[in-house]
Each structure stands twice: as C-alpha cells, then as structure tokens.
C-alpha cells in the first residue's frame, strides 16, 4: 500500500564540473561545496518559484553531512531564508536508503501539518580513496495544493547496504562529530555517477528513471519506489536536461597545519542565522539596504528607522581582483557586486571561476575556509551567471 | 582655540626604517624620541606629556599596547601617557592629539612618537595574518591589504582607461626619491619593466606596487606657538589638521556610495585642514604633498580625493612628471612609503617630520626648492579613516 501525498513542484542541483567521460563521467563538487551546499542549490531554486508560501517542515536526507548532529538542516533552514522558530527540522542518514525515508517522512507530515514540507535530498560522495563518486541534490516540496501526486512504495526485505564506515578501515582523519566515511556504490546514474541519497530522484527527473502510464518512476537503493502521477502538463515540467559542462574541479591549496582563524560560538550563536540568511538592513529615508547590518544608518545615523533586509541574491560585478597573497584556497578572485536590489555585496568568487566588471552573477552558499578541526562556517560566494563566463 | 597657527612642530627624529632585526620596539623609540628633543633643543625631562601612536601591539609581544611603553622607553613616569590606534592613519592621529592638547592651553611642549615593530614576524605572520585569520570569521573573508586596494585600482584602470604603467610610474617615481633619503627602506631606483614584471599580488598590484613590511619609529615635538617663539631654535607652524571617517572596518568595502575611484575619507580630513589653513586652491598653494602610497594606486586616487588634480586626471598628471621632484607639485619626495615602507604608527609621524624638515631648508639632496607649506596625508584601513595636516613656515 503506496503512501500518497501531493506534490507541487520539485529541483535538482547539480555541481558544475564533470570527470570522465561516457557513462562513466561523474558530476563533481568544487573544493567548498557539500551536501549542504548543494541542497541549498536546489532549495533556493525551487523555493524562489512559491515565494511567500509558508514552509513548516525541512527534511535532510545525505550521506555525506557534513556533520552529524543534526545542524545541517537547521543550516539550510537558516540560508533558504526560513524561520527557524517556525520550521520542523530532521535528518536522515546511515545509509542511501536515506532517500526514501526523508521522502516517506515528509509525506506523512505533510498530511498532518498546515504548510509545505520542503524534503532536501543531497550527496557529494567520495571513495575510500578520497576520490569523488558524484554531487547532486533534489529539493521536492509536498502541499496539499500540489497537482501532482507523489506515491512512495516499501520494496521488501531489500535495504540499504550497511555504510562501510571509514572508521572501520582506519580512514577517519578528524575527530568525532566530523566523521568520514567510504560509501558503497548506490546505484550509479549515466554521465552523473552515484548521487547516494539524491540519485532516484535526480534519476527521476533527469529521464533515468521510467516514464510511462504510471507517471516518473524511480527505486532507492532497493528499499523504496517512487512514483509521480499527474497531469502531463505537470509531469513535464519535472523533466530535466542535465547540463554538459567539462573540465575537473580546482584542487585549492588548503590551509596551513598553523591556519587559526577566529571563531567565537557566541558570535556564532548571536549572528549566525542573519548570516546564513544574508541579512542587511533597510533605513526608511534610504533607496537601498546597506550590509552587514549596524546599529545606525551610514547616512541618516542613529536615530534612523532600521529594519532588517535580505539582500538581493543577484547582480552585476562593479570591480574585481585577482588575489595571490590570501593564503588559504587561493589565488581568490575577490569582487564587488551590485545586488539587484541596490546594496552591495564583497567577497570570494567560487573557485576555478572568474568574472569581469559588468559581468552578471547570482550569490551561492559555499564554505569559508575553517581550521582543519573546527565545524563548517557557510556563507555566500559569487558566481558568473553569463553564458560566456571566463572559466579559468 | 582654535589650532590654526598656534601650534608648532618643533623638532624631528626619526629612526631608519627598514628590517631591523637588531633593534627592539623599545629602543626605536627612545631613538626617535630623544632625536626629536634634540632637534628642538629641549630635555626629554621638560616634556609635558606623550602620544603613542601603535597599531599593532601584538606584533611586538604586547610592547606598545600601552604608551607605558613610552614611559619605560624614556623613564617618562610619572608624567602623562596615551596610546591612540586609528588603522594606518595611527601616527598622524598622535599628532592631533599632541597638537590638540597644547591648542586646549593644558601643555605648552609635548611628544608625539610612533612607532611599529613589524619584522619581529615574518610578513605573512604579521598584517596578512591580521586580515586572515583574525578578521570576522566569514564576512570578507578573503581579503588582504593589496586585495582591497586592487578593487580600487582595478575600477580606476576600467573607468579611465589608463593601463598598469600608470600604476608602476608611482612605485618608479618614488623609489627615485628614495636615493636620496638615507634613512629609506629602499633606496635603490627601479625601472617600469622591473615594477610591471614583479610577481603578481593582487590584479593589478604587482609585488612592486606594494609597500614592504618595515620597523621603525618616528617623532615630533609638539609646542604652542608661544613656546616656539620663546624658546624653539626653529620650527614650523600646524595650520590645519584634520581627520575624516568613512565607514566602518567590514562596511567600508560594501558601502553602497563607495565608488572605488578614491576616499571620502581623505575628502572629509583635506576639507577640514583646508578650512582650518584657508586653502581654497590647494594645487597652488602647496608646494610640496607626502601622500600615503601604501600601494601605487593609493597616491594616484588620494591626490584626487586632496583636490590637486581633478577625478581621473592625476595618472595624465604623474606620468607628466607634476609630482615629481623638481616638478610642479612634488608628492612624496621622501620615497613615500613605497620605499620608505610602512611601520604603521610611525608613518604619519614621519610624514609630519619630512615636510617639517622640507620646510626648514634641512632636506638635504631631496630639499624642494622654496618650500613653504606642504601637506601630509595618512589613509586607514580601506578608506575607513583619514589624516591631513598642513604645515607652514613660522
Ligand atoms: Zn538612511
């Protein structure tokens, strides 16, 4: 007996390096992208299409988060610019199975809460070895105003294979909670590679999966069906084409063994979720916002009225440089942007990219570099959206 | 009272600046300072009171955190004692405050010193470390002294169409001027194609754009006009001083007015000094400018931002020799920091000291002929802060 539930739109995020070529090519992450990030990819995507419709519940599915408490999705709660007060948070690891679970999680909530559930569904997995086995995300969001209609099928005794731990083949290289590990092969996709939690429905979506009377169709792992049925309309506008790009990733220089940067929890604990959201402030005598927020307008002073203000998430480059001396995962293209909205953002443009002045570009959550034992600090980078980028 | 013209400098000492591994952060100072009070003929014993200008305390091992350190570089004690730090406009902001103090009546001859250790580290432990590593953990992360200074360079290259020649004639023309100041970091000349095939620091900064990382220490005697003309062998008169705010250290480089063609900052401080000093055409009624050139850019901007040259003209005006020595304005006969280098705290006050000495005649093979007011301008942080005084012959 399928679970149903209705389901209103879905994403995929892929990285924008492939390896390899044929079947065998592989979807691969820059330096500072994660599961995180790249479900964030695919979330801000999808949530930017039903701006104002009200979230209640974000569910994770990875096997490779980046850490393992839990504060991935309060994260991506944070950076897709939802309420932290106001959003049902949980994850699901362990195995690829992982997949299924969060989606057979959200379609029961989704059927006993008011709102959208969002399911987030991301891997960038690597082989024992380190070398990387593919990245992607999905994002699908369950509302009962969905016209499509998601069924989720248990497959039998078939589960997961058991992740290997790197633990048990002495691989681990941090302390606990950062924990990594050797993933088994999921099910690879052609031209993708093993997207673990994130392949069935990258499959489905992608054409991978079946299409046929019975809608999109895709298995996880041999433990869960999904299946999407509705009007043909809909069902296309699931499908996607997967952009073919070349080229391997950047290796970045990592940081020196004496790398330190400041860190304080209690800033953290203070500014982090108007970080991850990327919010400034809008004085009302003012045209624009100004960011990082402070406690009086540059202009109008302190006894400006101050609201907060999330920064538009695309613009135009106003100056760049390219910069040899930051010792950390450079040389760094450094930019200038003027958002859409007015204000400006400055900061790294994503490795192995680069940009000109006027050169269009769009904001993406990536990872600022930590020390080599410290949890991962995420904010936004600049990205060339242009179809002639100069790709270095 | 107001200050204009009724304070004096009264004396100047300033050490060599270079990587002086021999010398501690303590005995640059006492150098400095009982230079200065040599030169103005007066016991370091009559000094009222003392300014520290320190930016980095921690590259020295917390000495100059406090201007205590002037205390035990000088046996001060029990006399009064204040270290100021406002980003590299630090030394100059000693000498307002040295210079406030005795226009406030309080003290009639006083010491302004700065002074900055910053090779006890290598350079990369040392400010790189500082934008690195103890910057906010993700805002602008990324971000180096050259990196922030390129942004401007970059957009001014873009807007005017000069190409990086026009940068690297900054860096030629004032390593020029080194050869004749001995105490320089650099005193070796350089040509166009060295500047434009150094290595790479941030685009289009190459490494010969950059000013090094230096120690060394500065000072100047800071009296009432009274007391110079009772009692000072010679000395210069402070017709204005002026400090001017941008925006914060982070805000600086997301201010939305920032135009990245120059400093509000430096327009602020120059429209106080220049009100202060009645200088209503500053191109003709200077005859000499130390600018803060702490990469080629920032002379070409600032000069600007000082009104001496009008927006996007002061490359045209540089590459036509104006600034140079023997030219119609010369900036930064002295090496500038470029060759000078750049001990933070210390900058400003040697800036004050070269143009007080200019002034005086006693500039040596750099003397620029007839100088009678000349200008000093400290630039800090990414334009956050800036420093202009005026000084003028008695
Ligand atoms: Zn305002």
């Given at each position: 007996?399928?679970?149903?539930?209705?389901?209103?739109?879905?994403?995929?995020?892929?990285?924008?390096?492939?390896?390899?070529?044929?079947?065998?090519?592989?979807?691969?992450?820059?330096?500072?992208?994660?599961?995180?990030?790249?479900?964030?990819?695919?979330?801000?995507?999808?949530?930017?299409?039903?701006?104002?419709?009200?979230?209640?519940?974000?569910?994770?599915?990875?096997?490779?988060?980046?850490?393992?408490?839990?504060?991935?999705?309060?994260?991506?709660?944070?950076?897709?610019?939802?309420?932290?007060?106001a959003v049902l948070t949980q994850e699901f690891s362990g195995g690829t199975s992982a997949g299924g679970a969060a989606l057979a999680a959200g379609a029961a909530l989704a059927s006993t809460r008011p709102g959208a559930v969002l399911v987030l569904l991301a891997d960038s997995r690597t082989s024992?070895?380190?070398?990387?086995?593919?990245?992607?995300?999905?994002?699908?969001?369950?509302?009962?105003?969905?016209?499509?209609?998601?069924?989720?099928?248990?497959?039998?005794?078939?589960?997961?294979?058991?992740?290997?731990?790197?633990?048990a083949a002495g691989l681990v290289t941090a302390n606990p909670p950062f924990t990594r590990w050797a993933a088994p092969a999921s099910a690879r996709i052609a031209g993708l590679g093993d997207l673990g939690a994130a392949g069935a429905w990258i499959s489905l979506m992608t054409g991978g999966g079946q299409a046929d009377e019975n809608g999109l169709t895709a298995d996880v792992d041999q433990s869960w069906r999904v299946a999407v049925t509705g009007p043909d309309h809909a069902l296309g506008a699931l499908r996607r084409a997967v952009p073919a790009r070349r080229g391997a990733p950047p290796r970045l220089s990592g940081p020196p063994p004496t790398f330190r940067p400041y860190y304080s929890a209690p800033q953290h604990w203070r500014d982090?979720?108007?970080?991850?959201?990327?919010?400034?402030?809008?004085?009302?005598?003012?045209?624009?916002?100004?960011?990082?927020?402070?406690?009086?307008?540059?202009?109008?002073?302190?006894?400006?009225?101050?609201?907060?203000?999330?920064?538009?998430?695309?613009?135009?480059?106003?100056?760049?440089?390219?910069?040899?001396?930051?010792?950390?995962?450079g040389p760094l293209t450094m930019a200038v942007v003027d958002l859409a909205d007015g204000a400006r953002f400055y900061g790294q443009v994503v490795p192995g990219r680069d940009v000109a002045i006027g050169d269009p570009v769009a904001l993406v959550l990536r990872r600022m570099p930590t020390a080599a034992d410290a949890a991962p600090r995420y904010f936004y980078k600049i990205t060339p959206t242009g179809g002639t980028d100069a790709d270095q | 009272m107001p200050i204009s013209n009724q304070v004096a400098v009264v004396g100047t000492g300033v050490t060599r600046f270079g990587e002086l591994y021999d010398r501690s952060y303590l005995s640059l100072v006492h150098e400095a300072a009982t230079?200065?009070?040599?030169?103005?003929?007066?016991?370091?014993?009559?000094?009222?009171?003392?300014?520290?200008?320190?930016?980095?305390?921690?590259?020295?091992a917390l000495v100059g955190d406090s201007a205590a350190a002037v205390t035990e570089a000088l046996g001060f004690a029990p006399r009064p004692v204040t270290r100021v730090a406002n980003f590299c406009a630090t030394g100059m902001e000693a000498v307002r405050a040295a210079a406030l103090a005795v226009a406030a009546g309080e003290y009639e001859v006083v010491l302004a010193v700065g002074a900055e250790k910053m090779r006890d580290l290598a350079p990369r432990e040392s400010l790189v470390a500082k934008t690195v590593e103890q910057s906010h953990p993700v805002i602008a992360k990324g971000r180096t002294a050259p990196g922030?200074?390129?942004?401007?360079?970059?957009?001014?290259?873009?807007?005017?169409?000069?190409?990086?020649?026009?940068?690297?004639?900054?860096?030629?023309?004032?390593?020029?001027?080194?050869?004749?100041?001995?105490?320089?970091?650099?005193?070796?000349?350089?040509?166009?194609?060295?500047?434009?095939?150094?290595?790479?620091a941030a685009e289009p900064l190459g490494l010969l754009d950059c000013t090094p990382t230096t120690d060394g220490a500065a000072a100047v005697v800071i009296a009432s006009r009274r007391w110079a003309e009772r009692n000072a062998r010679q000395w210069v008169l402070i017709q204005g001083i002026?400090?001017?705010?941008?925006?914060?250290?982070?805000?600086?480089?997301?201010?939305?007015?920032?135009?990245?063609?120059?400093?509000?900052?430096?327009?602020?401080?120059?429209?106080?000094?220049?009100?202060?000093?009645?200088?209503?055409?500053?191109?003709?009624?200077?005859?000499?400018?130390?600018?803060h050139d702490c990469f080629t850019i920032t002379e070409i901007v600032n000069t600007e931002d000082l009104g001496l040259f009008a927006a996007g003209t002061a490359a045209a005006e540089l590459l036509a020799g104006t600034t140079t020595l023997g030219g119609e304005l010369p900036v930064n006969v002295s090496g500038g920091l470029q060759s000078c280098?750049?001990?933070?705290?210390?900058?400003?006050?040697?800036?004050?000291?070269?143009?007080?000495?200019?002034?005086?005649?006693?500039?040596?093979?750099?003397?620029?002929?007839?100088?009678?007011?000349?200008?000093?301008?400290?630039?800090?942080?990414?334009?956050?802060?800036?420093?202009?005084?005026?000084?003028?012959?008695?």
């Open positions: 007996m399928p679970l149903c539930t209705p389901l209103l739109d879905a994403e995929i995020a892929l990285p924008h390096w492939r390896i390899g070529a044929g079947p065998r090519q592989i979807a691969a992450a820059d330096p500072d992208e994660d599961a995180v990030t790249l479900a964030w990819a695919a979330g801000r995507t999808l949530l930017d299409r039903h701006t104002g419709r009200s979230v209640t519940a974000l569910l994770f599915g990875s096997t490779s988060a980046p850490l393992t408490d839990g504060a991935n999705a309060a994260t991506l709660v944070s950076a897709l610019r939802l309420d932290p007060r024992a070895a380190g070398g990387p086995l593919g990245s992607g995300a999905a994002a699908v969001l369950l509302d009962s105003t969905g016209d499509l209609t998601l069924r989720i099928t248990p497959l039998g005794p078939a589960s997961s294979p058991a992740i290997a731990y790197a633990r982090g979720d108007e970080e991850l959201a990327l919010v400034g402030m809008r004085c009302a005598e003012c045209d624009a916002p100004e960011f990082p927020a402070a406690p009086s307008c540059p202009v109008h002073g302190p006894a400006a009225a101050l609201t907060p203000a999330r920064l538009a998430l695309s613009g135009t480059v106003f100056t760049r440089t390219r910069d040899h001396v930051f010792p950390v995962g | 230079a200065a009070a040599d030169d103005a003929g007066v016991e370091v014993g009559a000094l009222e009171a003392a300014w520290l200008g320190t930016a980095e305390p921690q590259l020295g922030q200074f390129a942004l401007v360079a970059s957009r001014y290259l873009h807007t005017y169409g000069y190409g990086r020649d026009a940068l690297a004639a900054v860096a030629v023309k004032n390593h020029q001027h080194a050869t004749h100041n001995p105490k320089a970091h650099y005193r070796t000349p350089l040509t166009v194609e060295q500047v434009l095939s150094a290595p790479m002026g400090i001017g705010s941008y925006a914060g250290y982070y805000p600086a480089l997301f201010r939305r007015d920032n135009d990245f063609l120059g400093f509000a900052a430096t327009r602020a401080a120059a429209a106080a000094a220049y009100r202060q000093a009645g200088i209503t055409d500053p191109r003709a009624q200077l005859d000499l400018v130390e600018c280098g750049h001990p933070v705290g210390a900058t400003g006050v040697r800036m004050v000291a070269e143009v007080t000495d200019q002034i005086l005649g006693r500039a040596g093979s750099r003397q620029v002929h007839r100088a009678r007011r000349g200008l000093a301008h400290n630039l800090g942080g990414p334009g956050a802060v800036a420093a202009v005084t005026i000084l003028g012959a008695a």
